[in-house]
C-alpha cells in the first residue's frame, strides 16, 4: 500500500500531469482523443471511437475525466458521458475495471486507462458486471446482446452530420423590361408635314383698292405673259400662272385681287384684304 502523500500532494499531481500531457504528444493515439481542460489541467476529456469489429463499431463515445489532488497515487474518476450498452457500464456512465479500483498502481497513467477501457468495449467482463441483466444476456444471447449494442450504438454514439450548406440561388428578376419611348404616328406625321405655304405679297385694305375679277383676266394674263408668284414654306420656289403666250408680249406691272374666300389658316388674312401680286 503506497504511503498517502502529505500536504504537497496538488504540487505533485500538477507535476504528473504536466509530465502526462508532453509524453502524449510521443504517443500515437490514433483515432483516440485524449486532452486536458485550457482552465483546469485536473479536468480531462477523451474521445473514444467504438473498436472495430465490436458492437460499437462506427459510435464515437465522451469519457470525462477527474483528476484527484492526490494523483498518481489515486485512481482517475471516469465516467462515459455517452451511452453505452454494456454489461459493466451502468446507464449512469458509471464503470466497472479492475485498473479503476484495487488493480491501480501509480505507474499506470491516464493514456495507459484509455486504451483498457477501449479494450473493455471489445472484451467485456461478465463474470464482474455492472449490469447483471446485461451480463446474462452476453452470456446467453450474443446475439441479442450484440443487436441492441448496434441499436444504442446509432441511437446514441453516431455522430451527427451537419447539413449540407444550401447551393445559393439566383432569385430571377420579376422587374419588366423598360418600354422605349418612341414618338406616336400622329407626332411623326405632324413633324414631317410640310406647313401650309403662305403667298408673298402687300397686304392692304380692300377699301383702298378696285376688285379685279381674275376670271375677266384670264385672256388679257395670257396676251401678256407668265406671271410669277412667289410662294413661302421650306424652300422659295416661282410658280407660273396662266402658262405664257406664243407672241412673248410684255408682262404686267401688277395684278391685284381681292380674296373673298380666304381660308382662315391661309397665312392670318381677313376677308376683304387684297393681295398684290408682283409680275
Known amino acids: 500500500m503506497p504511503p498517502r502523500p502529505s500536504a504537497s500532494a496538488p504540487g505533485m499531481a500538477t507535476k504528473r500531469i504536466k509530465k502526462e500531457i508532453a509524453d502524449l504528444s510521443k504517443e500515437n493515439l490514433g483515432a483516440i482523443s485524449l486532452q486536458p481542460n485550457e482552465s483546469n489541467i485536473f479536468n480531462w476529456k477523451a474521445i473514444l471511437p467504438g473498436p472495430t469489429g465490436s458492437p460499437y463499431e462506427g459510435g464515437v ?8 489532488e492526490d494523483y498518481p497515487f489515486s485512481p482517475p474518476h471516469l465516467h462515459f458521458v455517452t451511452k453505452v450498452y454494456h454489461c459493466n457500464i451502468a446507464s449512469t456512465g458509471a464503470i466497472c ?3 479503476l479500483k484495487h488493480a491501480w498502481s501509480p505507474a499506470l497513467s491516464l493514456y495507459k486507462v484509455i486504451l ?5 468495449l471489445t472484451d467485456p467482463n461478465p463474470a464482474d458486471p455492472l449490469v447483471p441483466a446485461i451480463a446474462q444476456e452476453y452470456k446467453r444471447d450474443r446475439k441479442k446482446h450484440d ?12 455522430p451527427k452530420q451537419a447539413p449540407p450548406s444550401p447551393i445559393p440561388t439566383t ?3 420579376t422587374s419588366r423590361p423598360k418600354l422605349l419611348n418612341r414618338p406616336s404616328s400622329s407626332t411623326t406625321s405632324a413633324s414631317a408635314s410640310t406647313p401650309i405655304p403662305q403667298i408673298a405679297g402687300t397686304r392692304r ?10 376670271a375677266s383676266d384670264s385672256d388679257e394674263g395670257e396676251s401678256q405673259g407668265d406671271v ?9 420656289r416661282s410658280t407660273v400662272v396662266n402658262g405664257t ?20 389658316g391661309g397665312g392670318g388674312g381677313s376677308v376683304g384684304d387684297a393681295i398684290v401680286i408682283d409680275e
Open 97 to 99: 475495471l479492475d485498473l
Open 228 to 236: 410669277s408668284i412667289q410662294v413661302l414654306g421650306n424652300s422659295s
Open 61 to 68: 463515445f465522451e469519457v470525462d475525466i477527474k483528476v484527484p
Open 171 to 173: 432569385k430571377a428578376s
Open 245 to 264: 403666250n406664243g407672241n412673248g408680249g410684255e408682262r404686267r406691272d401688277t395684278k391685284r385681287t381681292r380674296l373673298n374666300n380666304a381660308p382662315a
Open 205 to 214: 385694305p380692300a377699301s383702298t383698292r378696285d376688285t379685279i375679277d381674275l
Open 116 to 120: 483498457s477501457l477501449s479494450s473493455l
Open 147 to 158: 443487436a441492441t449494442a448496434r441499436e444504442w450504438v446509432k441511437k446514441y454514439a453516431t
